[in-house]
T-cell receptor, first 114, second 111 residues
Framework: DTEVTQTPKHLVMGMTNKKSLKCEQH?????MYWYKQKAKKPPELMFV???????INESVPSRFSPECPNSSLLNLHLHALQPEDSALYLC?????????????FGQGTRLTVV | QKEVEQDPGPLSVPEGAIVSLNCTYS??????FMWYRQYSRKGPELLMY????GNKEDGRFTAQVDKSSKYISLFIRDSQPSDSATYLC???????????FGPGTRLSVLP
């Protein structure tokens, strides 16, 4: 099973709303990632969790708040977003070390901020 | 200079053609090289994964890595209309946590 599952697939939220994106994997991977992808651009790294601890925050605004409750789950809490935050949000996971460190991506959550 | 460069295309080929997609990079510490296929509005799907230099073949796909030239390639044989997508190369240093992506090449295979 090489599946990373993201919910919801689509989300429309107002600028005053609070919502959460969820990601789940059962491959035993200990590194999990949030990426943001705008149209016709490559994914841009937002956060990396390693062994459930935040290890990389790419200077992401505080209106995005990640959480890793356990080794299989990754959340992204959203609050007071701006229209320019509309994008495809991708979750990925990989083994932490060793030769097999390719990243597997979920199908993404398409977020629209109105 | 961007860390990973890739011709954005679009690249249009007839069905059955051999397609060559390429990336160049500047960081000689990259050790892991990946190719992803991404259909419109979907997440990237891992196609090929190579560690260090060499070739790897999987069905119609062949990945090549030339670390001396800092150049990687993906070849698609007998291309099909279903191969029409954006192809992203990605790479990572040993024990690094960040995957660095190229900008992607849009491929159209015409029936």
């Amino acid at each position: 099973d090489t599946e990373v599952t993201q919910t919801p697939k689509h989300l429309v939220m107002g600028m005053t709303n609070k919502k959460s994106l969820k990601c789940e994997q059962h491959m035993g991977h200990r590194a999990m990632y949030w990426y943001k992808q705008k149209a016709k651009k490559p994914p841009e790294l937002m956060f990396v969790y390693s062994y459930e601890k935040l290890s990389i925050n790419e200077s992401v605004p505080s209106r995005f708040s990640p959480e890793c409750p356990n080794s299989s789950l990754l959340n992204l809490h959203l609050h007071a977003l701006q229209p320019e935050d509309s994008a495809l949000y991708l979750c990925a996971s990989s083994q932490e070390q060793g030769a097999f460190t390719e990243a597997f991506f979920g199908q993404g959550t398409r977020l629209t901020v109105v | 200079q961007k860390e990973v460069e890739q011709d954005p295309g679009p690249l249009s080929v007839p069905e059955g053609a051999i397609v060559s997609l390429n990336c160049t990079y500047s960081n000689s510490a990259f050790q892991y090289f990946m190719w992803y296929r991404q259909y419109s509005r979907k997440g990237p799907e891992l196609l090929m994964y190579t560690y260090s230099s060499g070739n790897k073949e999987d069905g119609r796909f062949t990945a090549q890595v030339d670390k001396s030239s800092k150049y990687i390639s993906l070849f698609i044989r007998d291309s099909q209309p279903s191969d029409s997508a954006t192809y992203l190369c990605a790479m990572k240093v040993d024990y690094g946590q960040n995957f660095v992506f190229g900008p992607g090449t849009r491929l159209s295979v015409l029936p």
